[in-house]
């Protein structure tokens, strides 16, 4: 019942910028928080940023300064304008939503996952 697709990923030599979007569409009544997790080969997917709705955003220390989670609430996507990239970033980011449907049921989406690699 909901869509989420991100886009933005690619290959970054260390030092550069990328910026990953994520959009949520379907029967969505309202979303309460919007995040980025990523997982890197051979490990646990993690949270990076998360930004609730009315509360403080959330950034993993590792990311801290250099990335930064954006919301545009009209369109219902959010972003992750990432700098200072480092090979350590390199992973699949995955983009989460949560909210309310139309039905009033609540829902819990994830998005199909965009790589990002960062050679040194």
């Known amino acids: 019942q909901v869509q989420v697709v991100e886009s933005g990923g690619g290959l970054v030599q260390a030092g550069g910028s990328l910026r990953l979007s994520c959009a949520a569409s379907g029967y969505i009544f309202s979303i309460n928080a919007m995040g980025w997790y990523r997982q890197a080969p051979g490990k646990q997917r993690e949270l990076v940023a998360v930004?609730?709705?009315?509360?403080?955003?959330i950034y993993a220390d590792s990311v801290k300064g250099r990335f930064t989670i954006s919301r545009d609430n009209a369109k219902n996507t959010v972003y992750l304008q990432m700098n200072s990239l480092k090979p350590d970033d390199t992973a699949v980011y995955y983009c989460?939503?949560?909210?309310?449907?139309?039905?009033?049921?609540?829902?819990?989406?994830w998005g199909q996952g965009t790589r990002v690699t960062v050679s040194s």
């Open positions: 989460n939503v949560g909210g309310v449907l139309h039905s009033r049921g609540r829902f819990d989406s």
């Open positions: 930004m609730p709705s009315g509360g403080s955003t």
